[in-house]
């Protein structure tokens, strides 16, 4: 049993915890038989809800954890005091090996804080990312970093771009990813400090397949596989992405029904419009891995459902038998 | 006739010149007598244009420039270096104060250089920023900067916020506008070291309504009508919403295609769906003022057509009769 793949799963964390984490939880378990899954939460609650379902018993624990963090709480102070909230529990079961990674859909703060202080960074890796698959024209992007970096420093972003593509290459399945880096415009002399500083030493590595720069606005249409970035730009990226697409959508929708012939002719082409707003939902593409820890975080988003923490889970898997960290220390050599 | 407001248009600058730059020119001049338009390019090609036209000759002069400025151009050698060049001479037009403003659909890099060292900054101004105005759901914002201030300083934005307000204020008609700053979260600690820094200063500020952080993913909602930011995050923000526009509408239009229901739904609501991709296009907004300058200069986009350019140069009207400058002298003090 020693392959089994055991994801630490945060009961509690998510607006529609506990109901859609259980529900995904026990998805997964049923949809492979390498996952073997630790909730973490309320142990009378999840219990509870566990009694809807029929599922492989010895591949599904219930770990006890008797409080919450909450989305709005200050994410240090969180860690620090709610040592039996299903997060901090979750965290520890992959700090201490029983669990190879975690999935939760709670505040995206205190993932970040205890992934660094609880779980801890592999040796070499001086900032963790959170990194967020989005959609694209063509399929998808992995935008490096959204996490807590916001002021970066090149030598972390030359360390996004080379954990960026391992995972591209290895969890997705991108053979050689192209990584770019998020950029004013494509000229090599363009962009701020950071960015000007960063771009040698991307061009220098031999074991990324460098495009230069991307300017934001052909990121959308998939002219890179990886974009690396300091958070605050990949946050802007990232939100602005949702916010556009989420008042086109609404814009589209009240113009259908503006008048009787746009009425009937929504109906013609609801399932049509349905399927194009799902394949650029940024919310479709499972969750984002936070990076160069020792073992794996995926945040999810906070209004994930069952199939998003499923695939969440599920994507634990590639994560492990493709030696993802042992890739990432191969690459990033600790300066002495 | 010394109220006129004198606008350079740089006939040879962008995509469509000098075509469609001359209509715009035309129309201008057609849709409101106080306007004289000093249209600056090869005399023999605008004069060839003209001849399509009828309009008032006393208020449309040709000035005679040899040179053209490419896009792909380095800005700072082409400025200085094409004297004779459409840009360069408007340019000039607005320092010697023939002309009150400047409109041009050209190289923004250009714009961006000569506008400093020719027309030169309003003392007291640091920087000048270049504020496009973006669409949202509920109408229009400003987002300044997205020029070429990449590594910009609190004191940058304190005054970006003020000439936002004024401009956003006086030339757009929004009453008391509201100013947010640009942030990766809402709340007062969030953010990287130039956004912590200048959250204090802005909140100190009496002469502008400020509004606190804002999420890029709330700027398309219309949370905001200044969005404050540095050059690069602007860029970020301005070029993703034309990313994330294109492709989805791409997409929804390949999806009207991809059956013969849904090309007879697509007949039907063709033209509500038009109106809404219009009103969300940020092309549809006339030009980008680069403020606190001594003049205005509008930059269009590059694929400007008529309607934007005589929509830009209409936009000098208000600019010189409601004095923007001499408000942006009084809220901005230099430091002694």
């Known amino acids: 049993m020693y392959d089994l793949v055991r994801v630490a799963v945060d009961a509690m964390g998510g607006d529609n915890a506990p109901v859609e984490i259980v529900k995904g939880a026990v998805e997964a378990v049923n949809a492979d038989s390498r996952i073997q899954v630790y ?29 919450v963090i909450e989305t709005g709480e200050p994410p240090v102070m969180a860690i620090r005091r709610k040592k039996d ?3 901090v529990k979750a965290m520890n079961l992959v700090k201490e090996g029983t669990c190879d990674a975690l999935v939760s859909a709670g505040s995206t ?5 205890g992934g660094q202080v609880i779980i801890g960074r592999i040796k070499g890796v001086d900032r963790a990312p959170l990194a967020p698959i989005i959609p694209t024209a063509t399929g998808v992007a992995l935008l490096i970093d959204c996490g807590a970096n916001v002021d970066a420093k090149p030598l972390n972003l030359v360390q996004f771009a080379k954990m960026g593509s391992i995972y591209m290459e290895h969890v997705v399945g991108i053979k050689n990813p192209k990584v770019g880096i998020l950029n004013i415009g494509v000229e090599e002399e363009k962009g701020n400090a950071l960015v ?46 949702e916010g556009v697409s989420s008042v086109l959508i609404k814009k589209i929708k009240a113009g259908l029904m503006s008048s009787l012939v746009t009425k009937i002719g929504a109906v013609m082409i609801k399932p049509a419009l349905k399927g194009v707003v799902k394949s650029f939902s940024t919310e479709e593409h499972g969750g984002a891995p936070m990076l160069g820890l020792n073992g794996l975080v995926v945040k999810t988003h906070g209004s ?31 300066e002495i």
Do not use: W
């Open 39 to 67: 909730l973490v939460g309320q142990e009378d609650v999840v219990s509870e809800e566990l009694k809807k379902y029929t599922y492989p018993a010895e591949r599904l624990e219930v770990v006890s954890a008797t409080e």
């Open 85 to 87: 909230s299903s997060l």
């Open 109 to 113: 703060g205190a993932i970040l804080v």
């Open 196 to 241: 000007k500083e960063t771009y040698p030493l991307l061009k220098e590595c031999s074991d990324i397949h460098f495009v230069g720069n991307v300017e934001a606005r052909d990121v959308p249409a998939g002219v890179a596989d990886v974009i690396v970035c300091d958070a605050f730009a990949g946050n802007v990226l990232l939100k602005t992405m």
């Open 304 to 334: 994930s459902k069952a199939a998003e923490i499923r695939n969440s889970i599920l994507q634990c898997i590639a994560f492990k038998e493709q030696n993802i960290n042992d890739k990432i220390r191969e690459h990033i050599v600790p």
